[in-house]
């Protein structure tokens, strides 16, 4: 059982479900933390400087306190209040969540985002232009709160909630197929559904929609940009070739690139997947006790959420 004993304490009284979901927010947070120090580096940089990342040490190029949390966690938790405010994922609360989330300066802020908000800002239109450029990993790294809001609705409601806040800032449709993808992935591991299952679901299901999501296992693809397509396809190796929640985050997060994104995505589906006690408590213990208990909070309610 999980060694932290707050949270011990706390979890005796939930449901198999809610540590499900509990784990997976806090898997995007710390995946967010832990990659967030090897942003943009090289894998081949990372080898040479800190060897193997496994560690909540903070610094990289946003100078991060150790456990501190970036764009990826702090915009979902922007998302998940909206979301209990309005009784639902609503595309005009969504929005003006964003907004306020921008003006309160956060940390790190992807372009498509900034653009999107920017547009919502000038326009009131709370879908942005279609657009090819828009073909990043923004409104994945941000959508567990919809499939934590609607896992007693139908796969076609919570499509439909993940394109209201997918579109405010990345419209576009290899954003919005890999959306749907990981959010099925969080789902059905939320349901205690095993690897092969997911793996011939909405994976498959991906890679038969567009076959640049094909990935290979066991031999590695490098350096993943913001790209949705590079971004998921380094988060189904690491996915699919490990087989604990911390292998699963640190072989993500050592490829480098867009690394606090790939960890927070990798981070909410191993989180589903391994539920609380696999989470290592020496980064539990590390990150930052506000967003933790914000994270833990947040997932809770949004589960009683009908
Ligand atoms: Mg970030
Ligand atoms: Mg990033």
């Known amino acids: 059982m999980f060694r932290t004993r707050t949270l011990n304490r706390q979890a005796r009284h939930w449901t198999e479900r809610q540590q499900r979901a509990v784990a997976a927010y806090l898997g995007l947070a710390l995946g967010d933390a832990l990659g967030a120090t090897v942003e943009?580096?090289?894998?081949?940089?990372i080898q040479t400087?800190?060897?193997?990342?496994?560690?909540?040490t903070g610094g990289g190029w946003l100078r991060l306190r150790p456990g501190e949390v970036t764009d990826d966690t702090t915009m979902s938790l922007a998302l998940g209040e909206s979301i209990l405010l309005a009784g639902k994922v609503e595309g005009l609360a969504a929005a003006q969540a964003f907004d306020q989330w921008m003006r309160a300066k956060p940390v790190d802020i992807g372009?498509?985002?900034?653009?999107?908000i920017v547009h919502f800002r000038t326009t009131g239109s709370t879908v942005s232009p279609l657009s090819e450029q828009s073909a990043s990993n923004g409104s994945c790294?941000?959508?567990?709160?919809?499939?934590?809001?609607?896992?007693?609705?139908?796969?076609?409601?919570?499509?439909?909630?993940l394109l209201c806040q997918g579109r405010i800032t990345h419209h576009n449709a290899l954003a919005e197929?890999?959306?749907?993808?990981?959010?099925?992935?969080?789902?059905?591991?939320?349901q205690g559904e095993d690897l092969p299952a997911?793996?011939?679901?909405?994976?498959?299901?991906?890679?038969?929609?567009?076959?640049?999501?094909t990935f290979r296992r066991r031999r590695p693809l490098g350096n993943p940009s913001g790209y949705i397509v590079e971004t998921l396809r380094v988060v189904f190796e690491a996915f699919v070739d490990t087989d604990s929640f911390?292998?699963?985050?640190?072989?993500?997060?050592?490829?480098?690139?867009?690394?606090?994104?790939?960890?927070?995505?990798?981070?909410?589906?191993a989180g589903a997947r391994y539920g609380l006690s696999g989470i290592p408590s020496r980064w539990y213990e590390r990150l930052d006790s506000r967003v933790r208990q914000r994270c833990i909070t947040q997932a809770l309610s949004l589960l009683d959420l009908v």
């Open 40 to 45: 943009f580096m090289t894998p081949r940089e």
């Open 49 to 56: 400087t800190v060897g193997r990342h496994a560690e909540l």
């Open 111 to 116: 372009a498509t985002v900034r653009r999107g």
């Open 141 to 161: 790294m941000r959508l567990l709160p919809v499939v934590l809001a609607y896992t007693r609705r139908s796969d076609a409601e919570m499509a439909q909630a």
């Open 177 to 190: 197929a890999g959306c749907l993808c990981i959010a099925r992935m969080v789902r059905m591991a939320l």
């Open 198 to 213: 997911i793996l011939h679901g909405p994976m498959a299901w991906l890679i038969d929609e567009n076959e640049l999501f």
């Open 246 to 269: 911390e292998s699963c985050l640190v072989e993500t997060v050592n490829r480098g690139g867009d690394a606090d994104t790939t960890g927070a995505i990798a981070g909410m589906l």
